[in-house]
């Protein structure tokens, strides 16, 4: 019932920035929350930031103060800004988002971030 596209992933250099955008289609609606999650090789796939239908976000200690995660509900976007960059934030990038009455989630299908040192 939701749908999202990813995209913005690429190769960057240490120290940079990158934008990474997730536009969401369907019962957008009823998403109570969106984020973005991240998996490198041989990890556990883990929440880098949140943002809920009332503006709360949450980040994870290590992007805590280089991330950002904001919406922009006219174009039914989500975007996460990648500030100075470390290798240790090189993984696949996934959208996620929460919706309807039974909290069902959806994925985007990814997006690679690969931070060169």
């Known amino acids: 019932q939701v749908q999202l596209v990813e995209s913005g992933g690429g190769l960057v250099q240490a120290g940079g920035s990158l934008r990474l955008s997730c536009a969401a289609s369907?019962?957008?609606?009823?998403?109570?929350?969106m984020g973005w999650y991240r998996q490198a090789p041989g990890k556990q796939r883990e929440l880098v930031a949140s943002?809920?239908?009332?503006?709360?976000?949450n980040y994870a200690e290590s992007v805590k103060g280089r991330f950002t995660i904001s919406r922009d509900n006219a174009k039914n976007t989500v975007y996460l800004q990648m500030n100075s960059l470390k290798s240790e934030d090189t993984a696949v990038y996934y959208c996620n988002a929460r919706y309807g009455r039974w909290d069902r989630d959806s994925w985007g299908q990814g997006t690679q971030v690969t931070v060169s040192s």
């Open positions: 943002i809920t239908y009332a503006g709360s976000t």
């Open positions: 369907g019962m957008i609606f009823s998403i109570s929350t």
